[in-house]
């Protein structure tokens, strides 16, 4: 996905977000790692009739992330052993 891309899909609802996450990245003697990165959207089609899948979600690759970095305020969440980051457009990018 190119970066024009993922930013339109960012400005299109305020809810919409980039996500990074881990889990067992730094735990001792982790014999598990999962991480990733999500681009979150809202889904207006679902909205009132089917909550669940009000936001949808698509996997993106760090270097797509890296492209769009400049435009977004980063949201640590959880710890060393599960957390991540919530990336959401700078007000400026809006």
Do not use: C
Not at 23 to 46: D, V
Request: glycine share 8%; hydrophobic share 40%.
């Amino acid at each position: 996905m190119k970066p024009d891309q993922i930013l339109a899909i960012l400005r299109k609802d305020q809810r919409n977000h980039i996500t990074a996450f881990h889990r067992s990245q730094t735990s001792r003697n982790a014999l598990a790692h999962t991480a990733g990165i999500t681009l979150n959207y809202h889904e207006p089609y679902y909205e009132g009739w089917a909550p669940a899948l009000e936001m949808q979600e698509s996997f993106i690759g760090a270097a797509e992330l890296s492209q769009v970095m400049p435009h977004l305020v980063a949201e640590p969440w959880g710890n060393g052993i599960i957390g991540g980051v919530v990336y959401r457009l700078k007000e400026s990018a809006q």
